[in-house]
C-alpha cells in the first residue's frame, strides 16, 4: 500500500472517531444535534483541543481537520436520515473498511480527505 493511501486511511479513520456523534430532512431533534455537534467540532480547534491522535501532530488541532470531520458527519447524518443506530453501524463499518466508507463519501468530500492526508506527517502502520 503506497505511503499516500496509508496517509488516507488513518486520517479517514480518525475523522471517523471524531464523528462518531449523533445527529434530508431531518427532524428538528436530529437537525439541532447536528448543529450543536457541528459547532462543537468548529470550537474544537479554536479551543486548542488535545490532538486527536499523536500521529497527526499539528494537523489534529488544525481548524481544517476539524472542517473536514464536520463535513463527514453532515453527509453520514444526511445519508442516514439522523438516525444514530445507523450511523453508529456506518461508523464501525468504516473503522473495519475505511476505503468502502470512503467511497460512500461525495466525490468533492473525497478530494478534500485526499488533500487532508497529503498534508499529515509520515506515519509508521
Not at 18 to 38: I, R
Not at 69 to 86: F, I, M, N, S, Y
Not at 101 to 112: N, V
Amino acid at each position: 500500500m503506497s505511503l499516500c493511501r496509508l496517509k488516507t486511511r488513518i486520517v479517514l479513520g480518525l475523522l471517523l472517531v471524531a464523528c462518531a456523534a449523533h445527529a434530508a430532512e431531518l427532524d428538528d431533534p436530529s437537525a439541532n444535534a447536528l448543529t450543536e455537534t457541528l459547532r462543537g467540532l468548529t470550537a474544537g480547534a479554536a479551543v486548542e483541543a488535545p490532538t486527536v491522535d499523536p500521529r497527526l501532530g499539528s494537523l489534529g488541532r488544525s481548524q481544517e481537520f476539524y472542517d473536514v470531520a464536520g463535513q463527514v458527519l453532515t453527509e453520514l447524518t444526511e445519508r442516514c436520515g439522523g438516525d444514530p443506530d445507523k450511523m453508529s453501524e456506518a461508523l464501525t463499518r468504516g473503522k473495519n473498511d475505511p476505503a468502502g466508507f470512503m467511497a460512500t463519501l461525495s466525490p468533492a468530500l473525497r478530494a478534500r480527505l485526499k488533500a487532508l492526508a497529503d498534508k499529515a506527517p509520515a506515519v509508521t502502520p
